[in-house]
């Protein structure tokens, strides 16, 4: 005997239900492959299980793209059919868009942070590797630029600021030549300053010469009474001389002008 016909109602089994969903979706994206490879046709199946869990096959790999197809065609469609569509076709029409589109992100992107990757075959995996790692070139080479960028603009500002201070040196050196005369002028004015205040002392060496000495006569003769004057005068100026102080000490300018005295 034949085997009777399944009657088509939903399994209250629930690990039965679960069992047989697992084959009849293996079964289903099997033949979509099929038909996508035998007859060159652009197939794409979506699949969400009663847990909400999301299966896909699309031939190619390319989802997106038969998705866009997909509604661009029933859109096409729609306005054929419509010729008169009104501002609320419009909206209804614009948010199933979006919202398709927003569908596909989401799901691209919970892909590429490693979630829901049951449902992706080998081949899919491996463009989603792809993708990764030319995703994470293009992150460190940016990085790199950056990089090299920051450096590069150190480097332009070290090189301003030693040009700075190459200028700021010269000025400075400029303004030290220009006040040089004017430090020595003030060292020499400094220097002379003690020897135009101090004034010599003064001392009575005309007087006591001409007091020690009256009279000098000069000859060869000489008598009694000059001898003794002479030794009188000698003793006086020998008792006035511890007195004075001693010739080295004494400026030229006295010695100058006791050189000038009339004897």
């Not at 020499?188 to 205040?197: G, I, T």
């Not at 100026?237 to 050189?259: H, I």
Request: some cysteine; proline content about 4%.
């Amino acid at each position: 005997m034949g085997r009777g016909r399944v009657q088509l109602k939903r399994i209250e089994n629930k690990i039965n239900r679960q069992v047989t969903f697992s084959k009849r979706r293996s079964g289903l994206l099997k033949k979509a492959h099929e038909i996508s490879v035998l007859c060159d046709a652009e197939v794409a199946l979506i699949i969400f299980s009663a847990e909400g869990k999301l299966y896909e096959y699309a031939s190619n790999s390319c989802m997106e793209k038969i998705l866009e197809r997909y509604e661009r065609y029933c859109y096409a469609e729609k306005a054929i059919a419509c010729s008169d569509p009104g501002p609320q076709g419009n909206w209804y029409r614009e948010y199933a868009k979006l919202k398709a589109k927003f569908e596909v992100l989401h799901r691209s992107q919970r892909h590429l942070m490693g979630e829901q990757l049951d449902s992706l075959t080998v081949k899919e995996l491996q463009q989603l590797e792809h993708q990764l790692e030319t995703s994470m070139k293009q992150i460190r080479s940016r990085k790199t630029q950056i990089m090299l960028d920051f450096v590069a603009e150190l480097q332009r500002k070290e090189k301003s600021l030693r040009e700075q201070n190459k200028i700021l040196e010269k000025e400075l050196m400029e303004k030290q030549k220009l006040m040089a005369p004017s430090h020595q002028a003030q060292r020499q004015q400094q220097n002379q300053l003690p020897s135009s205040s101090s004034s010599p002392p003064s001392f009575p060496i005309a007087g006591l010469i001409s007091e020690s000495n009256p009279i000098l006569r000069i000859g060869t003769f000489r008598g009694r009474g000059s001898v003794d004057s002479e030794a009188a005068a000698q003793t006086q100026v020998r008792n006035t001389s511890s007195l004075l102080p001693p010739m080295d000490a004494w400026p030229s300018e006295w010695l100058a002008s006791m050189c000038n005295l009339k004897l």
